[in-house]
């Protein structure tokens, strides 16, 4: 027999609303404790200084192509009329 109130009750994963809340204010307690921002963050130091490293990383891996020009002959006429 179907009831209506059944259907509130209904929970595959097992949690009820109960442990849902209970998860919920566990959550937010430990959001609580987390540290705050420094200044450093909250000026941009911290931010401009990981910015700094990260573009040094990039350009460290970098391969630098040099130019390649064939062999200099002292005569062009030389080299032309070969």
């Given at each position: 027999?179907?009831?209506?109130?059944?259907?509130?009750?209904?929970?595959?994963?097992?949690?009820?609303?109960?442990?849902?809340?209970?998860?919920?204010?566990?959550?937010?307690?430990?959001l609580t404790e987390l540290p705050t921002a420094?200044?450093?963050?909250?000026?941009?130091?911290?931010?401009?200084?990981?910015?700094?490293?990260?573009?040094?990383?990039?350009?460290?891996?970098?391969?630098?192509?040099?130019?390649?020009?064939?062999?200099?002959?002292?005569?062009?006429?030389?080299?032309?009329?070969?």
């Amino acid at each position: 027999m179907y009831l209506e109130e059944d259907e509130y009750r209904f929970s595959p994963d097992g949690l009820t609303e109960d442990s849902i809340d209970a998860l919920i204010a566990a959550v937010a307690d430990e959001l609580t404790e987390l540290p705050t921002a420094t200044t450093a963050l909250l000026d941009g130091t911290a931010r401009h200084q990981r910015d700094r490293r990260t573009v040094e990383r990039k350009l460290g891996g970098i391969v630098r192509v040099l130019r390649i020009y064939g062999p200099v002959f002292e005569n062009d006429s030389a080299a032309s009329a070969a």
